[in-house]
């Protein structure tokens, strides 16, 4: 079974025909064409800020430590 990068990134079931990488059938769908144009507009940077993000989210750590200088009023007053 071929795995490639090439696959539809929908179905995943047939090679991909056009950019957006869907399959004929998948292309066909109106729907399924929209959701991954949008996704054209994604610079490699923004991908790769969602999957700083996802790691960071699977660690448990706080995705934005600028952040972590605001203490919970909830933890103050949990005593
Ligand atoms: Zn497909």
Redesign the pocket.
């Known amino acids: 079974m071929p795995s490639s990068a090439t696959d ?7 090679p ?1 025909i056009n950019k957006l990488q ?6 066909a769908v109106k729907g ?1 064409r929209l959701l991954y144009f949008k996704k054209r507009g994604w610079t490699p940077e923004w991908e790769q800020h969602l999957l700083r993000l996802t790691a960071r989210a699977q660690q448990r750590l706080p995705l934005f430590p600028k952040e972590e200088h605001h203490e919970p009023r909830a933890k103050a007053a949990s005593a």
Request: some cysteine; aromatic content about 0%; hydrophobic content about 25%.
């Open positions: 539809c990134l929908h179905c995943e079931q047939r991909s869907l399959c004929v059938r998948c292309n399924i």
